[in-house]
């Protein structure tokens, strides 16, 4: 099995530092409308919320799109929702075009540990083939919302999904619509770039992006190599 050869790659202490103070200072952030609120308060003396992260003390949902070159070859996407990956196998990948609609055939939903795993499945075993991390981040709703999470829920439920990721290759407003096609047990769906500064019209990045977003490997590295959990 995959993950009996599992290895570590750790975080240098150096990373890991850099990125609390950065949570820090955006939690020192004020936002305009709760300045008057702060500036009456000293929170080192009440415990009162300080307010104004809606995703205070709450972990921001994940992402992540494994390349997966099984039977054949294909990216897929996973989004974190109510403690699982739900899951869509996208055979084109994504595209950064708003006028590409990219089919994507939801799967099983995912362990949320799953988002660490690059490797091999071997020969044999359901997906076999090669995994490659190809992007992660993590996403939210579309828009400012008191409960974004309520909203990702709805829209999932809905077949109107709309979200923002926020990777390393995809950025900004994406929309997976469900389309009348497919069993109801695997749904086929469509995944569509908005229009915003994050779009690129026929720009193909699935080509250009051909390395692991975690290791910099290839596809051909990878399948040589060992199987990897690369936490962030
Ligand atoms: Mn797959």
Known sequence: MATKKAASIKKSPKKAGARKSTTRKAAKRTPPELAEYRRKRDFSKTSEPEGGATTRGVKALRFVIQKHAASSLHFDLRLELDGAMKSWAVPKGPSLDPAVKRLAMQVEDHPIEYNAFEGIIPAGEYGGGTVMLWDRGTYTFWQRDPDPVARLREGYAKGDFKFVLKGKRLQGSWVLVRIKRGSPAKPQWLLI????????????????????????????????????????
């Open 193 to 232: 770039k908005h229009a915003d500064e994050f779009a690129r019209s026929g720009y193909d990045i699935v080509a250009q992006e051909q390395t692991s977003v975690a290791t910099d490997r290839t596809m051909a590295a990878i399948a040589a190599g060992k199987s990897l959990n690369v936490t962030r």
